[in-house]
């Protein structure tokens, strides 16, 4: 059997040891590979803390006499925006809102002047309730009628308005 030799020498030869690193340089690199994930955890948990706390977002209940009830909440840094629909009517925006102590909603909600003059009837709806772990009790009252209602957060559009409301070129 003939072999060459190359072959011969090639086998001989021991393969070359890795390369080692001096013993200090593995930690720093270590160490902040551990800091920035802790800090991407970190955000991620705040982010998530946000989006459960956080009132703002989409409504919706049902009510018998009243049908299909969305309620819109934006809160912002001077009070609370939104708007509300039932009915058959038109959606009536907020003329005044507060949200006091982390969970009491007062909203009152008229159609603006322009909506007025363009022939919509002036009237005033009064909600005044309690918003917890996503849902919104409370009592609705229009023209000296009042009903109670129960609305429920719809999570993906509720992420959207949330979004919408620290955007500062939102309304």
Do not use: C
């Amino acid at each position: 059997m003939t072999r060459s030799m190359r072959s011969r020498f090639r086998d001989d030869i021991p393969p070359a040891p890795p390369e080692q690193k001096p013993p200090g340089a593995i930690g720093p690199a270590l160490i902040g590979n551990a800091i920035l994930a802790v800090a991407i955890v970190g955000f991620g948990l705040l982010a998530v803390s946000w989006v459960l706390n956080d009132i703002s977002g989409e409504y919706q209940g049902m009510d018998p006499q009243l049908g299909v009830v969305q309620l819109t909440i934006l809160r912002k840094p001077t009070g609370v925006k939104g708007q509300i629909a039932f009915a058959r009517g038109a959606s009536l925006p907020v003329s005044h809102g507060t949200f006091d102590n982390g969970r009491d909603l007062d909203l009152t909600f008229e159609p603006s002047r322009q909506m007025v003059d363009a022939g919509m009837p002036a009237r005033k709806v009064t909600f005044s309730g309690t918003v917890e772990n996503g849902v919104v009790k409370g009592t609705l009252e229009e023209s000296g009628f009042a009903f109670r209602l129960t609305l429920f957060r719809n999570n993906i559009a509720s992420l959207y308005r949330q979004i919408q409301s620290h955007l500062p070129w939102a309304g």
